[in-house]
């Protein structure tokens, strides 16, 4: 790597490090290269909401954006290896990608459609590059959550009305939006997360047959947060061209190109 390049690969992943503060993972080592950044939408379970994303050669980084270009945090981390993209249909002014993995999956959008297939293309290219040099893609992802204003009843029992006493809960299995009384157990799901999550009625009865995890009633397991990031309200920083997603060269030296949003 030309050292002009790493030196300004090294400075740009310290300036992310300082953005995310101490309540950030370190991401400065030895062969990590930031590949691009910028601001998409990221769907969330109340509403879309705009993330500051990071895409390094073996990381996907993203964070909520309080003052942009300065200040992030609730800094999430997903190994590359673990994403597997799925393309959806693009509409009048959506234009958006599914980001499966582990612990996590979600979808983004992108201002235009050569903004997301820019995005789609750098990472499917990390991703290949992971697995040519020996790195194993997992074959199980979390489920996407259907976003609460998608559903006004439990997509369980179909009965049940939202509302201030009776809340929205997701499935972690199958990601529908549920009630209370069809989300009481949890339930342990391989590669996805190692203590019981909630499950909705059906999903539970499905992944317990002939399965000795342990599973825990509602009663028994400990409060939950369905999912903080999501949750929390900080100001909001549209896409604009102050905000452009910038995809940085190769090993052969700087080269940039903006995409404007």
Known sequence: ???????????????IEACFGSQGRPLNQDGRILVGEGVLIKMCRKKPKPRQIFLFNDLLVYGSI???????????VI??????????????????????????????YAATAKEKAEWMLHIERCVQELIKNGARPDS??????????????CMCCHETQFTLLHRRHHCRSCGHVVCGACSLKRFVIPGVDKRPVRVCNRCYQKLSIGDNS???????????????????EVPEVPASPQN???????????????VTM
């Open 244 to 258: 452009p997603t910038t995809f940085y060269g190769g090993r052969e030296g700087p080269s940039t190109s903006a």
């Open 214 to 232: 342990v599973i825990r009633t509602r009663t028994e397991q400990a409060s939950e947060s369905d999912d903080s990031d999501d949750d929390e």
């Open 79 to 108: 190994p590359l290896q673990q994403v597997q993209l799925e393309n959806l249909e693009d509409e009048a002014d959506k234009h958006g990608w599914v980001v499966r993995a582990r612990g996590k999956s979600f979808a983004v």
């Open 66 to 76: 309080l003052i942009s270009k300065k200040r992030y945090h609730k800094q999430r």
């Open 140 to 153: 199980v992802h979390a489920a996407v959550w259907i976003p609460d204003s998608e559903a006004t009843v």
């Open 1 to 15: 790597m030309a050292d002009n390049f790493r030196n300004a690969n090294r400075q740009r992943i310290e300036h």
